[in-house]
């Protein structure tokens, strides 16, 4: 059973930073692509940023320069650190695993984890 557990959220003031965590399991973690994803209320799930599993990342414009993802597959983790922390980052993130299998695509969810940024 394919398990995907995020942690590391919660309330920060404008300017702080986060760490997010996603722990991996039932799945051979090093061949999938891993992503970050979120959603505001009222809005629809948006990609913050992707690391394939040779290591490569890209980044949504809005969080260049502010956020990094990372991955250590010897813990089976992903990694998603947050700096500079503005309102708008409020929202529930979510990690994705994926990888394609002869042209058909895999695609794990987490349940999620609520970032709010308040003062």
């Known amino acids: 059973q394919v398990q995907l557990v995020e942690s590391g959220g919660g309330l920060v003031q404008p300017g702080g930073s986060l760490r997010l965590s996603c722990a991996a399991s039932?799945?051979?973690?090093?061949?999938?692509?891993m992503a970050w994803y979120r959603q505001a209320p009222g809005n629809q799930r948006e990609l913050v940023a992707t690391?394939?599993?040779?290591?490569?990342?890209n980044y949504a414009d809005s969080v260049k320069g502010r956020f990094t993802i990372s991955r250590d597959n010897a813990k089976n983790t992903v990694y998603l650190q947050m700096n500079s922390l503005k309102l708008e980052d409020t929202a529930v993130y979510y990690c994705?695993?994926?990888?394609?299998?002869?042209?058909?695509?895999?695609?794990?969810w987490g349940q999620g984890t609520q970032v709010t940024v308040s003062s």
């Open positions: 039932g799945i051979r973690f090093s061949i999938y692509d």
């Open positions: 994705n695993a994926g990888r394609v299998v002869f042209g058909k695509q895999f695609d794990y």
């Open positions: 690391i394939t599993s040779g290591g490569s990342t």
